[in-house]
């Protein structure tokens, strides 16, 4: 399976944890410790539609910020 990486305003965004990565296989992350549980349980999702807590994990996903799952 090929690498993707997000556009520009894109985040790959773990469903089970909130972790976030640039790309699918979490070389670029952005939440410490990106695994391949991320890699299977992530969503495409635009940036500005994500609510972050305070150590930058996802909590919320608005309506409409989900691109691809």
Request: proline letters at 0%; hydrophobic letters at 35%.
């Amino acid at each position: 399976m090929a690498n993707k990486v997000a556009g520009e305003g894109e985040v790959w965004v773990c469903g089970s944890c909130g972790k976030r990565s640039k790309d699918l296989y979490g070389d670029q992350t952005i939440s410490y410790g990106w695994d391949e549980s991320c890699m299977i349980n992530a969503v495409l999702c635009k940036e500005e539609f994500l609510d972050l807590s305070d150590i930058g994990r996802v909590v919320n996903i608005k309506e409409g910020g989900i691109i691809s799952t």
